[in-house]
């Protein structure tokens, strides 16, 4: 799951600024970063849909820069790792969370818009990768390293690789414009590990 952090801003000394109108405004710039992308957004646009002015917004954030980045920067991957000793069990969970993710209203959207902005805006994707797509990749590169221990892999079984065609199979559907199959995470997973299973037992799961 893809939750934001709550927080609370501070100027010093003094009383501390309203958690709940930052959260607003930061919920309102996601919104806009996946509705209109990041070249639309504006300080303007993101205050009117928080209900708040803008001088609200830019007593908290000098720059667009600033307030994507913090909105950004909110983003997480909360779920635990799954570990129940079955490596396809908790490789198709840490997917199935993954497809719901992406599929909810913004999911890709988010995505592209950091894409997009690589090159003019860099610390958009950087804070992206940090907190959204290198914790799901390192959740499954961990049930994967997991069953290495366990003697479950071929020796030659390449885990990065095994990674990216797990996650990377999600936006190949998309990208060609096809349906994400029924069963997308069962059907993955049990293509990538009959791969790099090492006996018969292992290639069907415990």
Same mark, same amino acid.
């Not at 928080?50 to 609200?56: N, S």
């Not at 950004?72 to 991957?77: I, M, P, S």
């Not at 069962?186 to 293509?191: A, F, G, L």
């Not at 292992?202 to 415990?206: S, T, V």
């Given at each position: 799951?893809?939750t934001s952090?709550q927080?609370?801003s501070?100027t010093g000394?003094?009383?501390?600024?309203?958690?709940n109108?930052?959260? #607003?405004i930061l919920?309102a710039t996601? +919104? !806009?970063?996946?509705?209109?992308?990041?070249?639309?957004?504006?300080?303007?646009s993101?205050?009117?849909e928080?209900?708040?002015?803008?001088?609200?917004v830019y *007593?908290?954030?000098?720059s667009k820069?600033?307030?994507a980045?913090a909105a950004? #920067? &909110?983003?997480?991957?909360e &779920?635990a790792a799954p @570990?129940s000793?079955?490596a396809?069990t908790? /490789?198709?969970?840490?997917?199935?969370t993954?497809q719901?993710?992406l599929?909810r209203?913004?999911g =890709? #959207? =988010?995505?592209?818009?950091v894409?997009? &902005?690589?090159?003019?805006?860099?610390?958009?994707?950087?804070?992206? *990768?940090?907190?959204?797509v *290198?914790? +799901?990749r390192?959740?499954l590169?961990?049930? /994967?390293e997991?069953?290495?221990k366990?003697g479950? /892999?071929r020796n030659?079984?390449d885990?990065?690789?095994a990674?990216?065609?797990?996650i990377? @199979?999600f936006?190949?559907?998309y990208?060609t414009?096809?349906k994400?199959?029924?069963?997308w995470?069962? *059907?993955?997973? !049990?293509?990538v590990w009959e791969? =790099?299973?090492? @006996?018969?037992q292992?290639?069907?799961?415990?």
């Open positions: 799951v893809i952090t927080t609370t501070f000394p003094g009383r501390p600024r309203d958690p109108v930052n959260q #607003a919920a996601l +919104r !806009q970063l996946s509705k209109d992308g990041y070249g639309r957004m504006s300080m303007d993101v205050a009117a928080a209900g708040v002015t803008k001088p609200t *007593r908290r954030w000098a820069a600033d307030l980045t950004l #920067a &909110e983003l997480q991957v &779920e @570990s000793g079955d396809p908790d /490789l198709r969970a840490v997917l199935t993954l719901r993710s599929c209203p913004n =890709i #959207a =988010i995505i592209g818009t894409m997009v &902005e690589e090159h003019h805006t860099p610390e958009l994707i950087t804070l992206f *990768r940090q907190r959204v *290198r914790p +799901r390192a959740m590169r961990n049930v /994967l997991e069953a290495e366990r479950d /892999l030659d079984a885990i990065d690789t990674v990216s065609m797990l990377g @199979s936006y190949a559907h990208l414009g096809e994400i199959p029924r069963g995470p069962r *059907r993955i997973v !049990q293509t791969g =790099i299973a090492k @006996s018969p292992a290639r069907k799961g415990k």
